[in-house]
């Protein structure tokens, strides 16, 4: 059974403090991306990644960076945690060339007090 | 600027009746669209798609309808049942290795 595994479902942060969120999937995919889902807005992108030690910006990167250095692995992190990324953060991955379709990790909620 | 959008953040269906979810694109260079749905606290599953080739593609409960000059998609689900309940996205995909871009997601609520 093909899986992505993000590493915490719950996490809660203090304002200021230097986040790290994990993601590996298990099914060789080429494509990785992470997502943040806020109720209204639906799922917006935040950042990409096509192969190992790429990245793209999505359309909303400002706050956030990755990290690629494993196929497998991409990392969001969040050098200094606001209230205003309080969110549910959704990593997901996909075969390059296909229809896009999307596997999703469980995701994270990030609390940031 | 949205791309893809759904119009009706919610939908309330009695069971067994049918659920019709709507999206809208705007982009013309769109090859590919794709239904994901999320129950509360997991990550989205994809649940159907169409290419821009076809108007229609079927599986079980679950239709989806694409209307390409009016730039529209429907999702069918009948009979409607409780355990569909859940935030219902659309996505859509240009050619080439480029992301999704999703619409902001229906809440379906199928009442017993």
């Known amino acids: 059974d093909v899986k992505v595994t993000q590493s915490s479902r719950y996490l809660v942060k203090r304002t200021g403090e230097k986040v790290f969120l994990e993601c590996v999937q298990d099914m060789d995919h080429e494509n990785m991306f992470w997502y943040r889902q806020d109720p209204g807005l639906g799922l917006r992108l935040i950042y990409f990644?096509?192969?190992?030690?790429?990245?793209e910006k999505g359309d909303i990167p400002e706050g956030y960076s990755v990290s690629r250095e494993k196929k497998e692995r991409f990392s969001l992190i969040l050098e200094s945690a606001s209230t205003n990324q309080t969110s549910m953060y959704l990593c997901?991955?996909?075969?390059?060339?296909?229809?896009?379709?999307?596997?999703f990790g469980e995701g994270s909620r990030l609390t940031v007090l | 600027d949205q791309q893809v959008k759904q119009n009706s953040p919610s939908l309330s269906v009695q069971e067994g009746r049918i659920s019709i979810l709507n999206c809208d694109y705007t982009?013309?260079?769109?090859?590919?669209f794709l239904w994901y749905k999320k129950y509360p606290a997991e990550g989205p599953t994809f649940l159907i798609s169409?290419?821009?080739?076809?108007d229609k593609n079927e599986d079980g409960r679950f239709t989806v309808f694409l209307n390409k000059s009016a730039k529209h998609l429907s999702l069918h689900i009948v009979p409607s049942q409780p355990g569909d309940s859940a935030v219902y996205f659309c996505a859509a995909r240009k050619l080439g290795n480029t992301p999704l871009v999703f619409g902001k997601g229906t809440r379906l609520s199928v009442i017993a």
């Open positions: 997901a991955s996909s075969v390059s060339g296909s229809t896009g379709e999307l596997f």
């Open positions: 169409i290419s821009s080739i076809k």
């Open positions: 982009n013309s260079m769109f090859d590919y």
């Open positions: 990644s096509y192969d190992v030690k790429m990245k």
